[in-house]
């Protein structure tokens, strides 16, 4: 098998790479520049347990995609009603979904929310309908979700519910974990994908940052090392690490 540098885009096959960012594209979509341009844009779902999941796993993926052209949706499965301490769920919920509504304009992407209740997320068959219902109501091809190995149970649960909504629909889209605060929650994470996010990644602490709430001065400096981390690995200043699910139909094993 012939090698390919570390310096070369992922993907072989069918799977076209965006020239300047590493993103998994389906056959028959073009490629370009910085500045190029899709013939047809993909619909992209990110979906994370808690708002500022995604954007801490993938925002600057986020930020390619858009720039890009892409349609891309970012899926909260609660609004974080738990995360705010001396505020009640409904507070704490307007408050997170006011920082949310601002993280994904920074990022340019949809918001949406899946209905369920921070801390007391459900994996059930009524969840799996449910949230199959609004996953494919979203007409994506490609989703990311959290890595199903997790230290925190809404994370899990977002994984298990996309995971199998997947399924239902007979892998009509390509399916890829993220990871977040790699150590302390995602765990056993050997990434298959990387992308570039070394021009994007300040619009990525600006997503996080919306979620002030959060205290993301606290957290963002453990992703600020994963995404040097990252990037050292693929060959980049900045990047984000992925694991493509092997059994997407689109695709073959990318290689690095």
């Known amino acids: 098998m012939k090698q390919i540098s570390r310096r070369e885009m992922l993907g072989r096959s069918s799977q ?111 969840r799996y309908q449910e949230f199959s219902r609004i996953l494919q109501s979203l007409q994506p091809d490609i989703v990311f979700t959290h ?33 977040v605060e790699q150590g302390t929650q995602t765990q056993l994470f050997h990434p298959t994908n990387y992308v570039d996010i070394s021009k994007t990644e300040p619009r990525k602490r600006a997503a996080c940052f919306a979620h002030v709430s959060q205290q993301p001065a606290d957290w963002y400096r453990l992703h600020d090392q994963m995404n040097r981390f990252r990037g050292m690995e693929s060959g980049c200043e900045l990047g984000e690490g992925f694991i493509r699910h092997c059994e997407n139909l689109e695709t073959s094993v990318p290689l690095r």
């Open 147 to 179: 890595w199903p190995i997790d230290t925190h149970r809404d994370h899990r649960a977002t994984s298990f519910l996309v995971y199998d909504a997947w399924v239902a629909a007979h892998r009509a889209f390509d399916l890829y974990y993220f990871e």
């Open 16 to 126: 076209m790479v965006a020239a300047a960012a590493g993103l998994p594209l389906l056959s028959g979509q073009a490629t370009g520049g910085a500045a190029g341009k899709a013939e047809r844009p993909l619909r992209v779902v990110v979906a994370g347990a808690h708002p500022d999941d995604p954007e801490s796993g993938c925002g600057g993926s986020i930020a390619n995609y858009t720039d890009l052209g892409h349609e891309v949706s970012i899926l909260y499965l609660t609004r974080g009603e738990a995360g705010i301490h001396g505020k009640s769920a409904q507070e704490a919920a307007a408050i997170r979904t006011a920082e949310s509504e601002k993280a994904c304009a920074i990022l340019k992407a949809k918001p949406v929310f899946a209905g369920q209740i921070d801390g007391d997320t459900e994996v059930n068959r009524s």
